[in-house]
């Protein structure tokens, strides 16, 4: 079966960095959409970014774009998301999440599209 582990969550100071790496075993992890999405206190699981199976396409949410960078390695099966200048507004439960083909931006961005999930890393950024 397909597992995800996440890792590399903690606590960081604003505009601090950290990051995040999600392993895959149990599936063909080069065919897989990968992605991440968090979950902030109080809120509603919400869409990070995404990226294509061979790294050539992305998408990022508006409040992340420009600060938060995905990219993967195909030949160790994993993901990764590099999280700069963070702010206590990223403080959330990360997770990774992967399905086995590319679809609209759109469709991408929602939970129910993904197969399978993580079982999340906690971020914590203190002002």
């Known amino acids: 079966q397909v597992q995800l582990v996440e890792s590399g969550g903690g606590l960081v100071q604003a505009a601090g960095s950290l990051r995040l790496s999600c392993a895959v075993s149990?599936?063909?992890?080069?065919?897989?959409?990968m992605a991440w999405f968090r979950r902030a206190p109080g809120k509603e699981r919400e869409f990070v970014t995404v990226?294509?199976?061979?790294?050539?396409?992305?998408y990022y949410s508006d409040s992340v774009k420009g600060r938060f960078t995905i990219s993967r390695d195909n030949a160790k099966n994993t993901v990764y998301l590099q999280m700069n200048s963070l702010n206590p507004e990223d403080t959330a439960v990360y997770y990774c999440?992967?399905?086995?083909?590319?679809?609209?931006?759109?469709?991408?961005?929602?939970?129910?599209?993904?197969?399978?999930w993580g079982q999340g890393t906690q971020v914590t950024v203190s002002s």
């Open positions: 999440a992967a399905r086995r083909s590319w679809l609209t931006a759109q469709a991408l961005r929602a939970i129910e599209t993904y197969n399978y």
């Open positions: 990226i294509s199976w061979n790294g050539a396409s992305s």
């Open positions: 149990g599936g063909p992890f080069s065919s897989y959409a």
